[in-house]
């Protein structure tokens, strides 16, 4: 990977990242606890609940790819950097652009 492709790779993690900061907020507020003095009957309280489980898993999820974009950058500069930490083959450009915090070609990954 060259120096251009790094530094192309760098600005899409650094967008990567605040985008994924971005959506950790949202899913911050809607992941607080529901209130029991708000008045919602039995069936939307149950939504709701459910909603905020699916909303909590979300939230590890962005949080572990955040870890893993920072990662990422911090690694970028590397000589291995881009380099499958499983068969030390190249991983391909399209994968890393897409997924900048790949540490696997698409072959390991399967």
Same mark, same amino acid.
Do not use: H, Y
């Given at each position: 990977m060259d120096k251009i492709q790094k530094d192309t790779l760098k600005e899409k993690i650094i967008e990567e990242i605040h985008a994924v900061k971005e959506q950790i907020e949202e899913l &911050? /507020?809607? #992941? %607080?606890? @529901? &209130?029991? /003095? !708000?008045?919602?009957?039995? @069936?939307?309280?149950?939504?709701a609940i459910n909603n905020k489980s699916i909303n909590d898993r979300g939230l590890r999820m962005a949080k572990m790819k955040l870890t893993k974009l920072e990662m990422?950058?911090? %690694?970028?500069? /590397?000589? !291995?950097?881009? *380099? +499958?930490?499983? +068969? &030390? !083959? !190249? @991983? *391909?450009?399209?994968?890393?652009?897409?997924?900048? *915090?790949? #540490?696997? +070609?698409v072959r390991c990954a399967r």
């Open positions: &911050k /507020e809607l #992941t %607080k606890p @529901i &209130k029991p /003095e !708000n008045s919602l009957g039995r @069936i939307s309280r149950m939504d990422a950058l911090s %690694k970028v500069d /590397e000589p !291995n950097f881009g *380099q +499958c930490s499983r +068969c &030390k !083959n !190249n @991983i *391909q450009e399209m994968r890393l652009m897409l997924m900048p *915090q790949s #540490t696997l +070609c």
